[in-house]
C-alpha cells in the first residue's frame, strides 16, 4: 500500500499550497486510484483526516542536450500527481531532516 505514494512534491507553488488551503502535493504511481491513494496516506500519517484527492497526469515533455556527438533527444517520464485536502490534521513533511 505505501508503494503508492512515490514522494512529496515541494515546490514554490505546492507550498503556496499548503499555507492557504491546506492542500499538500505528492507524486504517486501512474496506475493509482483515489482512494487508494487516501488509504495509503492515511497509513502513513494515521491523524489526519482526508477531505478530498485530486489527481492530474504530467505528460512527458521533449528534452535533448548538445553534446560532442551531436544533438541527443529524449522525452521525461509521464508522471502523475495527487493534492490531498485536508479536514483536519496536518503533515509534518520536513520533521525527519
Known amino acids: 500500500m505505501n508503494n503508492v505514494i512515490v514522494k512529496p512534491l ?3 507553488k505546492s507550498t503556496q499550497l499548503n499555507e492557504k488551503a491546506g492542500k499538500f502535493v505528492f ?3 501512474i496506475n493509482a486510484t483515489k482512494p487508494a491513494i ?3 496516506l492515511v497509513a502513513l500519517y494515521p491523524e489526519i483526516v482526508i477531505a478530498s484527492v485530486n489527481t492530474l ?3 512527458s515533455k ?3 542536450r548538445h553534446t560532442r556527438g ?3 533527444a529524449g522525452r521525461t517520464k509521464k508522471r502523475k500527481k495527487a493534492i490531498v485536502t485536508l479536514k483536519s490534521g496536518t503533515i509534518d513533511l520536513f520533521g525527519e531532516i
Open 10 to 12: 515541494v515546490s514554490e
Open 27 to 29: 507524486e504517486v504511481t
Open 38 to 40: 487516501k488509504d495509503a
Open 57 to 59: 497526469i504530467m505528460p
Open 62 to 64: 521533449p528534452k535533448g
Open 70 to 72: 551531436g544533438y541527443q
